[in-house]
């Protein structure tokens, strides 16, 4: 990854961030069962592109250690999700550079007992306005799979912009899946 001033921005950026009903913080190792057992749910793993299912033991602590090597890095930044009231961990959100564009993806999960509550939208909003006011982005981009319509209305009502589907691009659990991508312009912003 080429260094930058977007890539020293990112490895600077803010370590909390905090909403109205959320906060959004660096994991610590004492996650690793929260992270097994609510992103171990088939159900949520099946909506990303990424979550393991199943969500062996160990794999948490794995994940942990490269996510916290990513961010030294500067490469990629992943917030826990905990609620303000109660201090419960309740999912991820995350984007990864793309400095030579001044660009980053988002991505997100939410444990299943929490979903259809505004978390989602909640943290990416706070996630969208450290991109463009801290880390001064030009892009934001997201994707979904489309059998995940809900994903979509976060994009939405974070003020993302659809940009197209691309027809069986990806591959999980053995089936094909059409990918919806959505994105928001530092010019777009605020607006």
């Excluded at 209305?153 to 959505?182: C, I, N, P």
Aim: aromatic share 10%.
């Amino acid at each position: 990854m080429p260094e930058g001033p977007f890539k020293q921005t990112l490895a600077a950026a803010p370590l909390h961030l905090k909403t109205e009903r959320l906060h959004l913080r660096p994991y610590a190792s004492e996650d690793a069962g929260d992270i097994q057992r609510y992103a171990g749910d088939y159900d949520v793993a099946r909506m990303t592109t990424s979550i393991p299912y199943p969500y062996e033991d160990g794999m948490a602590e794995e994940w942990l250690a490269r996510q916290a090597a990513a961010r030294e890095r500067g490469d990629e930044l992943v917030w826990a999700i905990e609620l303000l009231e109660g201090s419960s961990l309740i999912g991820a959100i995350g984007i990864t550079g793309r400095p030579e564009v001044e660009a980053a993806e988002m991505g997100y999960w939410i444990a299943k007992p929490h979903w259809g509550q505004g978390y989602a939208t909640e943290a990416a909003r706070a996630v969208i306005s450290c991109g463009f006011d801290d880390l001064g982005l030009h892009r934001i981009y997201a994707r979904h799979w489309t059998h995940n319509p809900a994903s979509g209305r976060v994009m939405q009502k974070a003020g993302m912009t659809y940009e197209g589907t691309l027809r069986h691009s990806s591959r999980r659990f053995g089936e094909w899946k059409d990918v919806a991508f959505y994105s928001i312009l530092q010019s777009e912003y605020g607006r």
